[in-house]
């Protein structure tokens, strides 16, 4: 305590969600009104998720000791653990693909998407669908791109998907249920 004095540094809790800048506060309001009349039920919605090994943190002890006036960032720290993809949609999901690093554009359309889309388009009885995916290197590579445009898939556009937004991806709920059950 007297050395936190002596140091000038006080007690900051992280931040626990994404900090929503004006300029995506813009961009959500632009998809909102461009993708509000979208038939959402044939979206299928992609993502990944890092499952840690290690327990959780308990959040009244998660303090972060700064000099005042600093920025109260929270960053993210990877011990052991494993990296999946998943994708939801209203008639059902697609497989678990529990990833290898490194992970990049090539193995992504490998390891995710090659193996998923003849069952997504036998699930969607062949209707017309979309998949949804973040603004992550790795989707939005001129690579995997192409190789959309080759399969005919049609993709929400990664200029459209507004950043920093978790809570416009249904499947974040569907990880926050297996992260609390494992």
């Not at 540094?9 to 009104?33: C, E, G, V, Y």
């Not at 039920?41 to 998720?49: G, I, N, P, R």
């Not at 898939?153 to 249920?177: F, G, Q």
Request: with cysteine.
């Amino acid at each position: 305590r007297h050395l936190h004095k002596k140091l000038d540094l006080h007690p900051l809790r992280p931040q626990r969600i994404p900090r929503l800048t004006s300029s995506i506060r813009k961009r959500r309001r632009k998809f909102a009104r461009k993708w509000k009349d979208h038939p959402w039920a044939h979206v299928v919605f992609t993502d990944e998720k890092f499952f840690s090994l290690k327990p959780p943190i308990n959040p009244k002890n998660d303090i972060i000791w700064d000099k005042a006036g600093m920025k109260n960032e929270r960053k993210q720290w990877h011990g052991a653990g494993l990296m999946v993809w998943g994708g939801i949609h209203m008639n059902g999901k697609t497989d678990l693909v529990f990833l290898k690093k490194p992970h990049d554009a090539q193995s992504y359309i490998d390891q995710c998407l090659e193996p998923q889309i003849a069952d997504l388009r036998d699930q969607l009885n062949r209707r017309p669908w979309m998949l949804q995916q973040d603004g992550a290197r790795k989707h939005t590579a001129a690579l995997t791109m192409e190789w959309m445009r080759k399969k005919k898939l049609a993709v929400i556009p990664p200029h459209d998907w507004p950043a920093n937004s978790p809570d416009l991806n249904c499947i974040e709920n569907a990880w926050a249920i297996m992260e609390n059950d494992v």
